[in-house]
Every structure is written in C-alpha cells, then in structure tokens.
C-alpha cells in the first residue's frame, strides 16, 4: 500500500470574524493553531510542521501547513478474545464462547491469530484497514478545534445558538487547490478571504495554501504577526527620527498595537511644551495606556513633546489624522496639569493630613496609622544597613501623602511617582523624594528594586507591615485571592534583601513588624502575627524565585534544612517570643547571620558545589551517616578517642576531618561557602575508604560510640553549609 505520507498537501484554515479582542488575540490563535495540530495527531495524519506558526490580524484567525497527508496511515486494531482453555473443547472444536468471538470479528474462527500473556495462550484478531480521506476529517478537526477554544464569553449573532469570541463572516479551507467542504458558525468554507477594510474591502481569491500570506500582503493585510510587529518597530522609529528623538517602545503596548492593524502606518504627532512640566510620567501613561501611542524622547532620555500614533491605514490626509491624535490626547493632559498644579498648592502635609481619614484596612486602622507604623520599622532597618534614620523617617511619614493628591486620584499607577516631584518641589533632600517613589519597588514582576539604599529600607519596612498586618488580620491568600497581594509584598520584601545584599537578620525584622502592628481584633477574637508562618510564607515565595534561576528543588531543600539545623543547634534552649524560634520548616532565616543574603550565598555555592565530580558521592554517604546517627536512642556522643581505633580507614578519616575542620573554620567565618564545600569535596577517598571498611555498629559500646562520635562529627561539617543528603536522590 502506498505510504500516506508521501502524498502531502500544504493546509490553509481562515476563520474571518469582526474585530477580536486586542490582548486575547495572541491566545485565541495560538489556541486554534494547537487544536489543529493535535486533531491531526490524534487522528493518525502525518503532517509537515516546518516553521509554521498561529497566523493572526485583528479580523482574522489562521493556520497554514506547508503539508498534510491526504490520507490517515494504515489503521490497525488488535482485539483479545477468550483464551485457549476456554475457546476450544476437549477435541479442539470451537466452543460458543469463540463463535461469538469470530462472527462480532466478522472472520472464520480458523483465521484468527493466536498470542500468549502471562495467563496463556490465546485468540487475537488482527486487521489493518486502509485510513480515511483527510478531506472526510477536516471538518471535524476544525469544528473540534474552535470548540476547545477559551472563549469565556462567547458572543452570539442573529437567532443562532452557536457563539465565538466575535461573529464569524467567512471560513476559507484549502487542502492544496481544493476547497473542502465544510460548514461551521454560519458560514460555509470557499476559497475567498477578504482584504483590508478600507485600503482593499473586497474579496480575495486564494489558489493555494502557499498563495495565502503574498495574496494578503497584496490586499494591505499582514497576516504573519511578527511581520506586522516589525513593521510597527521600523516604521515608529523612523517617525521618531525624523523629529530628532528615539521611540519608547514598550513590549505590552506594542503587542495591543499589533493586534489592533492589519496595515500599520506611523504618523509624527505633537503637543505643547507646556504639558512638560507635568510629570512625564502621566504624560507617558495617557499616551500609552488610554492611546496606545509610542512617546518620542529626546537625546537626553527625556520625554520630548512627540509621539508616534500607528493608523491602520495609509491615509491620504496624514494631517488629519496627526490632528485626531493629538486632539484625543490634549484634555488628559489638561487635566494632569490642572491636577499638578492644584496639588502642589495643596502640599504634602496637608495632604498627609487627609490620610488619618482613610481606612487602610478595617483591622489595621487608618492609612495614617500604617505610616506611623512603617517609620518606626525604617528608623530600625535604617540604623542596621548605614542609613540616618532622621531620614528614613522623613521619608516614611511623606510616602503616603500622593494618596490623597488629584493627580494620582486620576492616574492611579502613579503612586510614589507623584510624591517624589511634590517633594522635590517642597525642596526635601533629594534621597528622600527619590526613597518615597522607591518604596513601591519592585511594582511587578521583573521589575528591578529600589536603587538607593534609603529606597530599599522603605520597601523594607513598608512589606513588612504589610505581610505582619495582613497575616494578623486574618487575610492570609487562599488558592488563588490574594486581595492584599501578600505573596507579591513577600517576593518583593525577600528580593530586596537578597538582591541589595543586605545582611540583615530576617526573624528581628520580622518580629518587630509583628510587635509594630500588635493585637488586631479579628471579629470577636484578638490576633497578632506568628513570626514562623510569616517565615515560612516567605521561603514559599523563594522556591520560585530560585526555580527561575535554575535552582533545583533538593538545592534549594538542602540550603533550608541545612541552615534549620544550624540554626536549631546555636538556639538557646527554651521558649520565647517567636522572634528566637528555630522550629519549623522554614527557620532558614536563623543562620550565622540570620539574612537572606547568607541564605542567598549558601544557595550559590550549593549549585556549584553540585558541579563536582565528588558530589553525588559525598551527599550520599552524608545521608547514610544521618541515617545512622537518627537510629541511635538517647544523646549521640561526642568524645573521640584515637586509642579505639581499630582500622587504618578510621584513623585516615579523623585525621582528614580535623584538617578539614581546620582549613574551612575561617573560610566559614569569612562566608566563603563556594571555598568550603570545594574543600570538603576532597574528604570523598577517606569517607568512601571509611564505609568500605568499617562497620560502625560494632559489639563493642565503646569501639560503635567512637565510630558514631567520628560520623557526628563528618556529618557536622559536612553540613556546615547546607544539608547536602538532600541532594542524594
């Protein structure tokens, strides 16, 4: 029979509709693409991928082939049927239970095949038959396809019960030059796309499936998105140019631009240098966010007073166009600089006044109170990492008063912004007005932290009263609501002192947000913050965080519960506030420092200690010594005595372990985590001499308790770092 595969045909589906969703476009295509793709598959047609890719505008969705068999390949079934024993009767005649077998089979019993299991021997029917006509199937895997894709709301025209994304105006499906017949959402497949609506509203006629993406081109239509996107690239930064600045492309607005043109063209727009003294950063939102316009800057990196629109058309009035663009833009910014103006007449202190009457949250007070209390945790960071605490205060109790300004009322996303340029106006140190707009750093994910280290004590301080009076208060995330984004106040908090390198101990920190926001009533019942849950929500935020940087989760687990025990061993016995508890899965905070910045380090050199050669050796005789040393009932002990020495392997590892010792004692106190664990990895002869030689529970209670003593005291420094038995599988 001849191979399916070696008749192919490029595939071509459109699915025209109205104007899709700007920010769902990407999925919707994508989704449509990957449908196609697994009918195919799960149907048994060979298909050519190649390069291909969603193809998409704002009027259509498609997905090009360059080959698809004509046919399903060989259809083959193999059904079981009753096993010898039962099958046949005592003179090899065929039972019943085999006729049945053989007539739903639709064969003579004697044509059956025979197979054998593990219970016997018995009958099996084998076919192959030939595949069906691709042509039979598409339309079935293009109705599969939409129907699987996420359309939350689906839209429905005239008095149809069927819905998509937008109402559907034409279906073309081509399978090399034929048309296949299909009927889905109202419309019945041809070969007739459409072009653009204005430059080219009439149909285009597709031959074939390769035609399809010149055929559009030539109908003012790109189809491929990554043309269209570089197209809108080159032609905002000609534009840009041509008035002497540099085009800020940002990559989301970009992409709603790119969902929004089939036909992209730039036009050069302007405004009054007046709107320049207004924050650019209102200007820049209102041209982006409301207009998706791309701001011009100048050669300083400044806002200058261009912009570049994109039309979806080559219009032949530009300046008309130019005129509607800045006419759409001039009452926002009217409106910031009456805004602008009016709050620095107000003043920061008044507005800091206003904040005594806003709810920060019903528990936790006003908005005041929560200033309040975060100058008092910035005056206690400040002091810990060189920074005047006069000036953290300052900067704390002036970081809320934008709440209460016009300007961010209107643009909301300017929180922080707009009190650095009240500040810088009242004539603040300049640290401070930059620290009050700081504080908000990281405002999303990947986002850089706060540059200054008067900034970062803010988004210190600022998350951690937010996580203790969250938690306190009883708003701790589940599932997937998190309203008071404490997971993403945590992974800020914790990057901040890992990435600003800040040595500085997490559980002090902790316990003082706790105490600064106290006693909440909850209800009919009073609460206050547990400084081990806070801990360990933030060393959740870190598995991921690490995750992104190719940490590995038994990394990551032999760094935590490495430090755990460290920390659990240095812990005065008793009990305590919290601040000083060591127990739980998550006291990694608890180290020789106490910060992240050491667990940071420790993580580091884990995952180059993980490199060696010596590695998965010397993690594996770490976790069969703490295997040992868990069985042993009561105190492990402690005292070596060379004279119970008993093999050459004993005496060769004790002597390898005091050099050890004494070769990473300072390295350990100058935090050199990479240099200890490289110098502990040349202990793996005499270890794996050791337990090739010894048997550490020997008869003799003196001989096994100095064995036990010489493996606490490997399994000790070998753990010194991080629990490395977690990196043993």
Same mark, same amino acid.
Not at 115 to 130: I, L, N, P, Y
Not at 239 to 265: D, K, M
Not at 371 to 390: M, S
């Given at each position: ?22 920010? !769902? ?59 010898? $024993? ?151 930064? !000609? ?50 966010? $409301? ?64 904040? !005594? ?10 908005? =005041? ?69 700081? !504080? ?117 687990? =032999? ?67 703490? $295997? ?77 308790? $100095? ?23």
């Amino acid at each position: 029979m001849t191979d399916p595969t070696t008749h192919m045909q490029p595939l071509l589906l459109e699915l025209g509709t109205e104007e899709l969703p700007v920010k !769902a476009l990407p999925k919707l295509a994508q989704a449509l693409f990957d449908g196609v793709i697994d009918g195919l598959a799960r149907r048994g047609i060979a298909f050519e991928r190649g390069e291909a890719k969603p193809l998409h505008s704002p009027r259509r969705l498609a997905v090009l082939l360059p080959g698809v068999a004509l046919e399903q390949s060989e259809q083959r079934s193999e059904v079981l049927g009753p096993y010898l $024993n039962i099958a046949l009767d005592a003179d090899g005649q065929p039972t019943r239970a085999l006729q049945g077998f053989a007539t739903k089979a639709r064969v003579e019993w004697t044509s059956l095949d025979k197979t054998t299991d593990a219970k016997g021997e018995r009958f099996v029917h084998r076919s192959v038959t030939r595949g069906e006509k691709t042509v039979d199937l598409l339309g079935a895997i293009v109705a599969e396809a939409i129907a699987a894709m996420p359309i939350p709301k689906p839209m429905r025209w005239g008095a149809h019960e069927y819905g998509f994304a937008r109402p559907v105006h034409w279906l073309v499906l081509l399978l090399g030059k034929d048309v296949i017949d299909a009927s889905l959402l109202g419309v019945r497949s041809d070969r007739m796309s459409r072009g653009h609506r204005f430059m080219h509203d009439k149909p285009v006629w597709i031959g074939t499936p390769g035609d399809y993406v010149e055929f559009l081109r030539g109908a003012k239509v790109l189809v491929d998105p990554d043309e269209r996107r570089a197209r809108i690239v080159a032609e905002v930064e !000609a534009a840009a140019q041509s008035v002497g600045g540099s085009a800020r492309i940002e990559p989301g607005i970009l992409e709603e631009v790119n969902g929004l043109v089939e036909w992209p063209s730039a036009v050069t727009c302007g405004f009054e240098p007046e709107f320049l003294a207004v924050p650019s950063e209102a200007l820049i939102a209102t041209m982006e966010t $409301n207009q998706k316009f791309f701001p011009v800057l100048d050669a300083g990196g400044k806002l200058s007073e261009h912009f570049v629109g994109v039309a979806n058309i080559e219009s032949r009035d530009v300046a008309q166009v130019r005129q509607g663009y800045e006419r759409v833009i001039r009452p926002r910014f009217s409106d910031a600089k009456f805004f602008f103006v009016e709050d620095m007449k107000q003043g920061l202190a008044s507005m800091n006044e206003g904040l !005594a009457s806003v709810t920060y949250q019903k528990a936790l007070g006003s908005v =005041a109170d929560k200033v309040a209390r975060v100058a008092t945790l910035a005056e206690v960071i400040a002091a810990q990492v060189g920074v005047d605490p006069k000036l953290a205060r300052r900067a704390s109790e002036l970081s809320k008063a934008d709440l209460q300004s016009r300007l961010v009322g209107e643009f909301p996303e300017l929180q922080g912004i707009a009190g650095r340029y009240y500040a810088a106006v009242e004539n603040e140190p300049v640290e401070v007005a930059h620290a009050i707009d700081e !504080a908000y750093m990281p405002r999303f994910g990947g986002d850089a932290i706060a540059p200054s280290k008067l900034g970062q004590v803010l988004a210190i301080a600022e998350r951690l009263d937010t996580l203790a009076g969250g938690f306190a208060a009883g708003l701790k995330p589940t599932g997937n609501k998190d309203p008071f984004a404490l997971r993403r106040n945590a992974l800020g908090l914790a990057r901040t002192l890992i990435e600003a390198e800040l040595d500085v101990a997490l559980d002090p920190l902790l316990a003082a947000a706790r105490d600064g926001v106290g006693t909440v009533q909850v209800g009919k019942s009073e609460a206050v913050a547990d400084v081990r849950e806070l801990r360990e929500f933030l060393f959740d935020r870190l598995r991921g965080y690490y995750a992104e940087q190719g940490v590995t989760p038994q990394q990551f687990e =032999a760094v935590l519960q490495g430090v755990v025990s460290i920390a659990a061993e240095a812990a005065p016995t008793g009990g305590g506030d919290g601040s000083g508890d060591v127990v739980g899965a998550a006291s990694a905070a608890s180290s020789s420092a106490g910060s992240l910045h050491d667990f940071d380090q420790r993580i580091k050199a884990i995952g180059e200690f993980a490199k060696l050669p010596e590695a998965d050796a010397l993690a594996a005789a770490n976790k069969r010594s703490r $295997n040992i040393l868990r069985k042993v009932e009561g105190e492990l002990p402690t005292a070596i005595d060379p004279a119970l020495f008993a093999e050459p392997a004993e005496r060769e590892l004790a002597a390898a372990i005091d050099a050890a010792i004494a070769d990473t004692d300072p390295l350990l106190a100058q935090r050199d985590y990479v240099a200890v664990l490289g110098r502990l990895a040349r202990l793996r002869p005499q270890v794996d001499a050791f337990f090739e030689a010894v048997m550490v529970n020997a008869d003799d209670e003196k001989v096994r308790n $100095n064995r036990l003593a010489l493996l606490k005291r490997l399994s000790d420094r070998l753990g010194s770092v991080a629990a490395i038995e977690h990196l043993s599988s």
